[in-house]
């Protein structure tokens, strides 16, 4: 605000000494002192109570997240023209490639289906190669249970 230096401060100081006397100097830089910070508490409270009425804390909210979008949008237009720089043909090739897959995958499934077009589902098949409905029952299958073998009580 004020560019006041030490020589300006110096020059002030003189005069001030010389114009006041030695002493009333202390008495003097008091009142000053005193005075100065009061009119600083007034002007701080004045500013204060002109900015509540004028919503200025509203407005310097609005600017900053106004601020804080448009380096949103600048952060995302960078990192979407990458994305962008893709030529047609890069599309075109990435795209051919994919479907290419998408065929021999389906290439691959019809080869696993028999010649209806549906799965079939086999008989369940004991250990010998049997159908299980028609097997009969083995030495295996009724255990009895020995002394040594845990049974329920």
Not at 33 to 47: D, E, G, V
Not at 80 to 86: A, D, F, G, R, T
Request: charged share 35%; no cysteine.
């Amino acid at each position: 605000m004020f560019s006041i230096g030490f020589a300006e401060l110096l020059v002030i100081a003189v005069i001030t000494l010389l114009v006041v006397g030695p002493e009333r100097l202390p008495e003097t830089i008091r009142f000053v002192t005193l005075n100065l910070a009061k009119f600083k508490r007034y002007w701080q409270s004045t500013r204060r109570d002109i900015e509540k009425d004028l919503g200025l804390a509203d407005i310097r909210r609005e600017i900053h997240n106004a601020a804080v979008m448009e380096h949103l949008e600048e952060t995302k237009k960078k990192l979407n023209k990458p994305l962008e720089s893709l030529t047609e043909t890069e599309a075109a090739e990435s795209s051919k490639k994919e479907s290419d897959l998408v065929e021999e995958v389906l290439a691959e499934d019809k080869k696993e289906l028999p010649a209806d077009g549906e799965p079939s589902i086999a008989p369940a098949v004991d250990k010998e190669g049997e159908p299980s409905a028609d097997r009969e029952p083995s030495a295996k299958d009724n255990i009895e249970p020995t002394e040594n073998s845990i049974a329920p009580k």
